[in-house]
């Protein structure tokens, strides 16, 4: 295999991608990334002045990317942004990053449901029902590729966060099944689990920085550039034999956490 085959292998050219939550950080960076490989971008979220700028910014021509409206906890929102998608891209959605998250840090014991509910319509319900919708347009064409953004903090316990640890691991076991059912229908489903990542996200945790980066093997926090590997890995062809996979980028720190 030559240089230009390693190429092709992670090349999205003619797909069609949709990103959850790309109005910032990891969903920010992932629709860039997925458009550097050749992939034409939808991305989705709520506030749609950012996703505009970040569609100027990545596509100024406006012919691979384009912004549409999301709201994961509002169910009537989610077939529309599929629909726009493929109408201003010209295609059917066959890769898309469930991405779109929330989080707040607070003892088990004080965690009032107000918030609890919040946190599951949008990390759990949210993503469930996304993933529906995409899983569904997929079967129609015969092949796609889904990839649940988890949490390390799915895989082990972590102080403070009940509620968003709990969220990210019932998303980590959706996926599983997701991979099951869908595999003969050409669809893959994957997890990717980032340890603490720099982004607004993380602005919540500002209390207990110092301490997560002293736990962390590498010694410093992620970067959204961190999960390119894994992201094109799991959208490409490269990793067309891959379903049910959850692959952990977190610097070593789910190894050394207590
Ligand atoms: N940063 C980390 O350390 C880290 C670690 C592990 C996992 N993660 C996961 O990575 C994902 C992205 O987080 P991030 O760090 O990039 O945080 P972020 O910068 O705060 O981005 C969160 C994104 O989710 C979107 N979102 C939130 N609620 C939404 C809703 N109801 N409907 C549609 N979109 C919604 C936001 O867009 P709008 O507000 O415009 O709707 C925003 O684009 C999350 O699932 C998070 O749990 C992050």
């Not at 292998?9 to 790309?22: D, P, Y």
């Not at 295609?91 to 009032?112: C, T």
């Not at 997560?212 to 490409?236: H, V, Y």
Request: net charge neutral.
């Amino acid at each position: 295999m030559d240089t230009k085959d390693i190429g092709e292998l992670f090349s999205l050219q003619g797909r069609t991608a949709l990103i959850s939550g790309a109005s910032s950080g990891i969903g920010l960076h992932a629709a860039q990334t997925l458009f550097a490989a050749g992939a034409s971008v939808a991305l989705a979220a709520r506030r749609s002045d950012k996703l505009a700028e970040a569609v100027r910014r990545i596509d100024p021509s406006g012919k691979r990317a384009c912004a549409v409206q999301l709201d994961v906890t509002d169910s009537s929102t989610i077939a529309p942004a599929f629909d726009a998608a493929e109408q201003a891209l010209g295609a059917p959605v066959d890769i898309f990053v469930n991405n779109a998250g929330v989080l707040f840090a607070q003892r088990f014991v004080e965690q009032p449901e107000d918030k609890l509910d919040w946190l599951f319509d949008t990390n759990l319900k949210g993503a469930f029902l996304v993933a529906q919708e995409a899983a569904r347009r997929m079967s129609r064409v015969g092949r796609g590729s889904i990839i649940n953004i988890s949490s390390s903090s799915a895989l082990r316990a972590a102080g403070m966060l009940s509620s968003y640890a709990s969220s990210k691991a019932a998303l980590l076991h959706l996926g599983s099944v997701m991979a099951l059912e869908l595999a003969g229908k050409g669809i893959r489903v994957n997890t990717i689990c980032p340890g603490n990542i720099e982004t607004d996200m993380q602005e919540s945790l500002t209390e207990f920085e110092q301490a997560l980066i002293k736990r962390t093997p590498m010694r410093r926090f992620g970067k959204p550039e961190d999960l390119d590997g894994a992201l094109l890995l799991l959208a490409s062809d490269a990793g067309r034999y891959m379903t049910g996979a959850v692959i952990t980028v977190d610097g070593g720190q789910t190894l050394s956490w207590m």
